[in-house]
């Protein structure tokens, strides 16, 4: 048993080190010195000894020094805290808020937005027990079992997102941890669907005090910005009329304006330039939903990969698949002929495929080892193992290969960005071998790399281990959207779509990184995009915007809203530590009275 199991404050009982100085001072001092007085001897027995026992005289010389002992145990004993378990009862109020803060909630009224008037509604609900669940997409618990005070702050720092909400997952958590008896409070416009309502009965099913608050003023008329989607280096946006009458706005990015006429609840597209390096498109006039009237649009400042295509016999596969991404930039080269300059200090992306090894020069490899020290990348496409040129390649080659292999099973593409959701078919041969460095992407099962890439120098490195000519996966739409991937990849650029998010989507990093977001930086490996705005690290930009139909849905539709009179209470059995200090107090107390006593009679006092 642990002196926690019995004392409150175990360290009292270092207070019994008072005894030691006490003992110490009774060893020390001098013996009485034994006088005789004539005048008693009479009371003497024959033998010089006294009449009383040598017991009871041995005790008589030491009560003293015992009373001092027992006052300082008991002193100590009171320091120490000791306590017994006792049962006890408590009355508690119990409410659990769920405050909406989702995009709707920032539709802009005469008192403020929507979600300011939720705050305020939600700090006159605040019961002595409260949790608060927010429901701004992750349905994260932001107080649970909070003082008043607690509350007060959370509240307070609270902040509507440009985000689509989750109301459903936000109401079926805080009846999760609500307790018996304890009331729900449902602060929300509850606009968009409609998915929250089972989350409600559920909640009343347990026997729980459910009310529902709406804030559903302003948000008439509302058009906004709806979706995007890119193509090359054009983005084309789709604007919605929630509104009941027709309306007319101007879409604009950069210095490119486009003008659309809506009937109620049209959907119009429009498709504009992106600028270099991005920017903010806007819808014109504005109204009382500012959150869809802008969208926001990352690029990279020059978008263009300049490639080289190094070959002797071109696949035509592979030049079609690169042409049809506008900003890819292919030019090829035969060995022997001389490398073309770059447009830069180097080319972006230089492909090695179906090349002669007789014929390759230090020059083309240059040319790879020049785009890995700009940060670009180098790819080389498997050939039969008579004519690749291994010794050439050298370290740029991740695989070591040994023979030729046929109709093997593939395994599980890896979850990385340039094989995710993609169907790789087997090849009817390949080149085996073992992976040297890097990570295998595609793997048959006796595991051959097919697909596998390494940071060499600050760039990229790729190997494709498909021959061109013994594999179907040529035929695959997939097949251009893989090279593309893997010239973005190899470039160190993302694809516009890939910089460009919907709000509430989570960014991931390989690892920690500094972003700075619209509400300040951070340092993080995923940050999730909860306001529109840009997310820059040191060398992307991204951008998130609200893209939602559901969410700029913002007339909602009147609910029925409930309220229960108040706060329900319920009478919690409970068990605590009951002290027992204040007997220890009252015998300190009598051994003190006792001790004056025994002074008094021995005529000390």
Not at 183 to 207: C, E, H, K, T, Y
């Amino acid at each position: 048993m642990a002196l926690s199991d019995v004392f409150l404050s175990p360290l009292g009982l270092a207070a019994l080190l008072a005894a030691v100085p006490v003992i110490v001072l009774y060893l020390i001092r001098p013996d009485p010195r034994r006088v005789t007085l004539p005048t008693v001897r009479f009371l003497s027995d024959s033998s010089g000894t006294s009449s009383s026992a040598p017991l009871l005289e041995r005790l008589k010389r030491n009560a003293l020094l015992a009373l001092q002992l027992l006052a300082i145990l008991l002193f100590a004993l009171a320091l120490a805290t000791p306590y017994v378990v006792a049962p006890q009862s408590e009355t508690v109020e119990e409410t659990v808020l769920v405050v909406d803060a989702s995009a709707s909630m920032t539709v802009e009224t005469t008192d403020g937005t929507r979600f300011d008037q939720a705050v305020a509604a939600a700090r006159d609900a605040v019961t002595p027990t409260t949790s608060i669940v927010v429901a701004d997409g992750s349905a994260r618990i932001a107080l649970r079992g909070g003082t008043a005070s607690d509350a007060e702050t959370v509240l307070s720092s609270l902040q509507a997102t440009a985000a689509p909400g989750n109301l459903r997952a936000a109401v079926s958590r805080a009846t999760s941890i609500a307790g018996e008896s304890a009331r729900i409070v449902v602060l929300s416009d509850f606009a968009g669907d409609d998915n929250w309502q089972p989350a409600i009965r559920a909640a009343r099913a347990r026997g729980l005090t459910v009310d529902l608050r709406q804030f559903a003023s302003g948000g008439a008329g509302n058009v906004g910005v709806v979706d995007q989607r890119f193509s090359g280096s054009e983005v084309t946006v789709s604007v919605q009329n929630f509104g009941s009458e027709s309306v007319d706005r101007e879409v604009s990015l950069g210095d490119e304006t486009a003008t659309v006429s809506l009937d109620s609840g049209d959907i119009r597209s429009v498709t504009l330039p992106v600028p270099e390096g991005g920017g903010e498109l806007r819808l014109s006039p504005g109204d009382s939903f500012p959150a869809d009237d802008r969208a926001y649009v990352a690029a990279p400042a020059d978008a263009s990969v300049n490639a080289l295509l190094v070959t002797n016999d071109e696949n035509r596969y592979l030049t079609a698949a690169l042409s049809v991404v506008e900003a890819v930039d292919v030019t090829t080269v035969r060995p022997p002929d001389t490398v073309p300059s770059p447009p830069g200090e180097a080319y972006d992306v230089v492909l090695y495929s179906n090349v002669d090894a007789d014929a390759l020069g230090e020059e083309h490899i240059t040319a790879g080892r020049d785009a890995l020290s700009a940060g670009g990348g180098v790819g080389i496409q498997a050939q039969s193992l008579s004519s690749m040129p291994v010794e050439d390649y050298g370290d740029l080659l991740l695989v070591d290969s040994t023979t030729m292999g046929s109709n093997p099973t593939l395994g599980t593409p890896a979850d990385a960005d340039l094989t995710r959701e993609f169907t790789f078919p087997p090849p009817e041969r390949y080149v085996r071998g073992d992976l040297r460095t890097g990570q295998a992407l595609l793997t048959t099962t006796d595991g051959t790399p097919i697909v596998a890439t390494d940071s060499r120098d600050g760039g990229q490195v790729l190997y494709y281990g498909y021959l061109e000519s013994a594999s179907s996966f040529k035929y695959d739409y997939e097949y251009p959207i893989f090279w593309k991937r893997a010239a973005y990849e190899l470039a160190g650029r993302e694809s516009l779509a890939e910089l460009n998010r919907e709000t509430g989507e989570r960014l991931r990093f390989q690892n920690e990184t500094t972003v700075r977001t619209p509400t300040g930086e951070v340092t993080a490996s995923s940050v999730v995009t909860r306001q529109a705005g840009f997310y820059a690290t040191e060398d992307t930009r991204y951008s998130a915007s609200l893209l939602s139909p559901s969410e700029s849905d913002v007339a909602a539709a009147s609910v029925e809203q409930t309220a229960g009179g108040g706060p329900t209470s319920r009478t919690e059995e409970r068990t605590a530590p009951d002290p027992l200090t204040e007997y220890l107090a009252l015998g300190l107390i009598a051994v003190a009275i006792g001790e004056i006593a025994f002074l008094r009679r021995r005529g000390d006092l």
